[in-house]
C-alpha cells in the first residue's frame, strides 16, 4: 500500500542511482504493477469531479506519486524487464499520461504555470512531479505523445480573461525524450494537432511543437507513411493562416509550420544518421511534377537552414544515381526565372557539399564537374534579366513596386543558390567555375542587393583549404586576387558607395595566411578611419568596418599580422589622438573609450611584436580601457561589476606584457595607467577614466596597481607629485593608492607615509603602516609604537573594505596567471617570511 511503498522510495537520487542493475530490475518488477493499481484511470474521474475542484492531489496521494516518481527514475534506462512489469510501466504511463492533458487541457480553470511574461510562476507540485514522471517514462509514455501536444496548446478559461502560455522546459524536455519512441500510429495525431489551423494558439509555441514534430519525423523516417508526407507538401504550399494566432504575437502559416518541421527534421536525421531515409521520403514527390517544386522547397529546408545559413548534414547524401535523378530536373529547367530553379540548385548543392563530409569518397565529383557548365549558363542568363528590368522607383504606383521588388528578392534568391552550387564546381575544378567567381567579384556594384557570390567564394576558401590552392593559378590565387581588385575599386570610390565591407572582409579572412597579398589594400582602407567622421561626408568608414578591417587580419594568421603590426600600431596611435582631440573638443569623456570590438583585435595585432611593441605601450594601456555602459549593452556584466572572462583576461595580458617592458616603457604609458586608478591631481579632478569607482571592476584595477610596481620606482618617480597628492589631498581617501606611494623611490615616499601615520583617522595609520617594513631606526622616536598599534588594530578590524580588496587580490593574479598560461616565476610574488602578516599581502605586489 501507500504507506509502505514510500519510506521505500522516498530515498534519494543518490541512492538510487547506486543500486545494481538487478537491484533496480527488481524493484521495478515488485512496485510497478502495485503502483500502477493505485492509480485512478482518468475516465472514472470526468463524471464524479466538478472543474473548480480538478487537481491531482484530491484523487492520488502524494507518498503515491513520490513513489511513482522514484520507480520512473529506477527504471529510466531499464529495458530487460518481464512482459508484465513492461505492462505494469505502460500502464502508469498512459493514466499519468491522461491526468496532465486533464491538468493543462481539458481543465478550465486557472492553473498556476511556468510563464516568465506574468512573474514566473510555477507548476502545481503534484503536475511537476507527473510531467518529471513521464519523461523518465519516455519509453512507455510515447505511446500517449499526442496528449503532451494538446496539453502544449494555449486555453481561454470560461470566463474569457486568461491566454496561458502552456508550453516550458519541462515540456519541452519530455517531448525531446519521447520523440525517439513514437509509434507509428500517433504521427498522423500529432500531425491534426499542430496543422490544425483553428486551434486557438500562440505562435511562438506553435514553432516548438512543430521542432518536435520534425524530430518524430526523423526519427520515425522509414516508417512515415507517404499520406502524411503529401500533407507536408501541401501545407508548404497552401499557406493557410491560422486565425486563431494570438493578438500581439506576429501571424505564422502552415508554410512557416511546414519550414520549422523540415529544419528540425534534417537536423535531427543529421544526428540519428537517418538523414538518406529521410531524403527517400521526398524523392518520389520530387519526380512527380504537380508536387516537385513544393517537394524540393522542403527537401532544401531539410538540408539548409537559410535563417542561419547553416549546412545541416553531417554525411554523404546522395549516390551518383540519386544525384542524377534530381539533376536532370535541372537540365530541364528553360527560363531562369522558373520557381522550382532556386529550391533545385539549393538541393544539389547539398548534395555536393554533402559528398566530402565523412568517409565520402568524392562519388559525385565527375557529376557535379559535368553539371557546372549549365549553372553558369543559368547565372549569366538571370544575371542578364535582372540588369533588363527597369530599377525601383517611387514613381511607380504602389502594386508595381510591390511585385518588383519581390521578383528582385525572387532573384537574389536563386541567384545564391546557383552561387552555392558554383562554389562546389569550384571546388571540384570544373571548367569556368572559378574564372565566373572572380570576374562577378570585381565586376558587381557595392550593393547590398547585388549579390556577388561572398558566401561561394568563402565556400571556395573553405573547401581548397590544403589542395589545388598553393598552386600557381590555382582556386584561391585567382579569388584572392579578385577580392584585392575589389576592394581598390572600393577604395577609389570613396564615400560614393555606402556600404559595409562584412562580405568582403568575411570572404578574405575565409582564406587565411593565403591572403597576405592584399593586407595593404586593408591598411589603405583602415587609414581613411583617421578621417573626421563629423566634417568628413565622404568617409564611410564606421566603427563595425573598422572592427571587421582588424578582425580580418587577425583571421589571416599570426604569421601575418605581425608582420604588419607597426602599421597597425601607428593606426591605433592617431586614431587614439584624434579621439582624444575630439574629447577635448566636445567635452565627452565617453568619447576616449574606444569600444572592444575595435580595441580586443588592435590589441591582439600589436601584442604580436612582444617586447618590440614597447614604443606603444600607452597605446595598448589605452586599449584597455573600458566603459560600463557598452560593457552591459554588449555582454552583460557579471555580478560585482566584473567583466566578464574573456574581456578581463585579455586585458590582463595585455597589462603583464606593458609590465614586463620595464625601462622601455615610455612615461605616457605609465601616465595612461595612472589615469586609470588615480582620480585625483593636485589641482582638479581627472576625467580621463570615465567609470565611476563603484561601477570599476576591482580585479583589472588590482592589475593595473601591479603593473605599475612591476615597472619599478625609476618609472614611478617622475609621477611623484601626482601619487602622492592622491593620498595627501584626494576627494576620497583609498587604501590602494598608499600601496603606489610605498612603491616609489625611497626618499621620495618615506615622508608622506609617515604623515599619514600622524594622521587622526585610523584607516590613513592602517595603511600607512602596511605598505611597508618599517624598522625602528627608520622612524622617528614615539612613531613606531604608532606603527605597532595600527598593523594590531588592522588584524582586528578584518571587514574593512580596503584590507579586504588588498587580501583578495593576490588570489585574483595567481588565478589569472594560470588561466593566461603564465610560468610560477611569472606569478604575484608574496612574501612568506612573515606567516603573521600573510593575511595582509599587499596588492599582489611583495613588500
Not at 786 to 814: K, M, P, Y
Request: overall charge negative; aromatic content about 6%.
Amino acid at each position: 500500500n501507500g504507506p509502505r511503498l514510500s519510506p521505500t522510495m522516498a530515498t534519494g537520487k543518490a541512492d538510487l542511482d547506486a543500486l545494481s542493475a538487478d537491484a533496480r530490475k527488481h524493484i521495478t518488477t515488485v512496485i510497478a504493477p502495485r503502483a500502477c493499481q493505485m492509480l485512478p484511470k482518468r475516465e472514472e474521474l470526468d463524471n464524479e469531479i466538478k472543474w473548480q475542484e480538478r487537481n491531482p492531489l484530491r484523487f492520488v496521494r502524494p507518498n503515491v506519486l513520490l513513489a511513482v516518481s522514484g520507480l520512473a527514475h529506477l527504471c529510466a534506462d531499464t529495458v530487460d524487464v518481464p512482459a508484465e512489469t513492461t505492462a505494469a510501466l505502460r500502464g502508469i504511463a498512459e493514466k499519468l499520461a491522461g491526468f496532465h492533458e486533464w491538468e493543462n487541457f481539458k481543465r478550465c480553470t486557472e492553473v498556476k504555470l511556468y510563464y516568465p511574461q506574468a512573474g514566473g510562476h510555477i507548476r502545481g507540485a503534484a503536475n511537476d512531479s507527473i510531467i518529471r514522471t513521464l519523461t523518465n517514462l519516455a519509453r512507455h509514455s510515447a505511446a500517449d505523445a499526442s496528449l503532451f501536444f494538446d496539453a502544449c496548446y494555449t486555453w481561454s478559461s470560461p470566463r474569457g480573461n486568461s491566454d496561458e502560455i502552456k508550453l516550458d522546459d519541462d515540456d519541452d524536455a519530455l517531448l525531446t525524450r519521447v520523440a525517439p519512441f513514437v509509434p507509428v500510429d500517433q504521427l498522423e495525431i500529432i500531425f491534426t494537432i499542430v496543422f490544425s489551423p483553428c486551434r486557438r494558439l500562440n505562435s511562438e509555441v506553435l514553432g516548438t511543437l512543430a521542432r518536435h514534430v520534425g524530430a518524430i519525423f526523423a526519427h520515425r523516417a522509414e516508417e512515415v507513411p507517404p499520406e502524411l508526407v503529401r500533407k507536408l507538401i501541401d501545407a508548404a504550399r497552401d499557406k493557410t493562416k491560422y486565425d486563431g494566432c494570438m493578438a500581439g504575437i506576429r501571424d505564422w502559416d502552415s508554410r512557416n509550420a511546414a519550414r520549422s518541421v523540415a529544419t528540425a527534421m534534417g537536423k535531427t536525421a543529421a544526428k540519428a544518421s537517418s538523414s538518406i531515409a529521410s531524403l527517400r521520403l521526398l524523392l518520389p514527390f520530387v519526380d512527380d511534377a504537380a508536387t516537385r517544386l513544393w517537394a524540393l522547397h522542403v527537401t532544401s529546408w531539410m538540408l539548409y537552414c537559410s535563417l542561419y545559413g547553416r549546412f545541416l548534414a553531417k554525411a554523404p547524401l546522395a549516390t551518383p544515381e540519386v544525384f542524377h535523378r534530381v539533376s536532370r530536373h535541372l537540365e530541364a529547367v528553360d527560363d531562369c526565372e522558373d520557381d522550382v530553379l532556386c529550391p533545385l540548385a539549393r538541393t544539389l548543392a547539398c548534395f555536393a557539399r554533402a559528398d566530402a563530409l565523412g568517409a565520402g569518397d568524392g562519388a559525385l565529383r565527375a557529376a557535379v564537374a559535368s553539371l557546372t557548365p549549365r549553372v553558369v549558363d543559368l547565372i549569366r542568363n538571370l544575371d542578364a534579366k535582372a540588369k533588363a528590368r527597369e530599377p525601383l522607383s517611387n514613381d511607380m504606383d504602389r502594386e508595381t513596386y510591390r511585385a518588383a521588388r519581390k521578383l528582385r528578392g525572387r532573384t537574389r534568391e536563386t541567384m545564391g543558390a546557383l552561387y552555392a552550387f558554383l562554389a562546389e564546381g569550384a571546388i571540384v575544378g570544373a571548367a569556368g567555375a572559378v574564372e565566373l567567381l572572380a570576374e562577378e567579384t570585381v565586376r558587381c556594384d557595392f550593393d547590398f542587393s547585388v549579390d556577388w557570390g561572398a558566401k561561394a567564394v568563402r565556400r571556395v576558401a573553405e573547401g581548397t583549404n590544403g589542395g589545388a590552392e598553393g598552386t600557381h593559378g590555382g582556386p584561391a590565387e585567382v579569388l584572392v586576387g579578385a577580392l584585392g581588385e575589389r576592394l581598390r575599386r572600393r577604395l577609389a570610390a570613396g564615400g560614393e558607395k555606402k556600404s559595409g565591407l562584412r562580405e568582403e572582409l568575411s570572404a578574405i579572412a575565409a582564406f587565411g595566411g593565403r591572403a597576405e597579398r592584399v593586407v595593404p589594400d586593408l591598411l589603405s582602407f583602415l587609414s581613411r578611419a583617421d578621417k573626421e567622421d563629423e566634417d568628413d561626408d565622404t568617409d564611410d568608414m564606421d566603427g563595425d568596418s573598422i572592427s571587421s578591417l582588424l578582425e580580418a587580419l587577425v583571421a589571416l594568421g599570426p604569421d601575418v599580422y605581425r608582420r604588419h603590426a607597426v602599421a597597425v600600431a601607428e593606426w591605433a596611435r592617431r586614431y587614439i589622438e584624434r579621439r582624444r582631440a575630439y574629447m577635448e573638443k566636445e567635452r565627452e569623456w565617453g568619447s576616449e573609450i574606444i569600444e572592444d570590438k575595435i580595441s580586443h583585435p588592435a590589441r591582439q595585432i600589436i601584442q604580436s611584436l612582444g617586447m618590440d611593441a614597447a614604443p606603444y605601450a600607452r597605446e595598448l594601456v589605452v586599449l584597455t580601457w573600458y566603459h560600463t555602459r557598452h560593457c552591459w549593452t554588449e555582454c552583460e556584466m557579471e555580478e560585482e561589476n566584473f567583466l566578464p572572462r574573456r574581456l578581463f583576461l585579455s586585458r590582463c595580458r595585455t597589462l603583464r606584457l606593458v609590465a614586463e617592458f620595464g625601462d622601455r616603457c615610455p612615461e605616457t604609458a605609465v601616465s595612461a595607467l595612472l589615469d586609470q586608478v588615480l582620480s585625483w591631481t593636485a589641482t582638479e579632478e581627472v576625467h580621463a577614466w570615465p567609470v565611476s569607482r563603484d561601477e570599476r571592476d576591482w580585479r583589472l584595477e588590482a592589475h593595473v596597481f601591479s603593473t605599475l610596481r612591476r615597472l619599478g620606482p625609476d618609472r614611478l618617480a617622475p609621477h611623484a607629485d601626482r601619487i602622492i597628492a592622491n593620498v595627501t589631498n584626494p576627494p576620497e581617501f583609498r587604501t590602494s593608492a598608499v600601496e603606489l606611494v610605498a612603491a616609489l623611490p625611497d626618499g621620495m615616499s618615506r615622508a608622506p607615509l609617515l604623515e599619514l601615520i600622524r594622521s587622526d583617522d585610523p584607516r590613513k595609520r592602517r595603511a600607512a603602516a602596511r605598505s611597508r617594513r618599517w624598522r625602528i631606526d627608520d622612524v622617528p622616536a614615539g612613531l613606531f609604537r604608532t606603527i605597532q598599534d595600527a598593523l594590531a588594530e588592522g588584524l582586528h578590524n578584518s571587514d574593512d573594505d580596503e584590507l579586504g580588496f588588498c587580501r583578495r587580490v593576490a588570489g585574483v593574479e595567481a588565478k589569472c596567471a594560470r588561466e593566461l598560461g603564465l610560468t610560477a616565476d611569472d606569478a604575484p610574488v608574496v612574501d612568506d617570511d612573515d606567516s603573521s602578516e600573510s593575511d595582509d599581502e599587499s596588492l599582489g605586489f611583495g613588500r
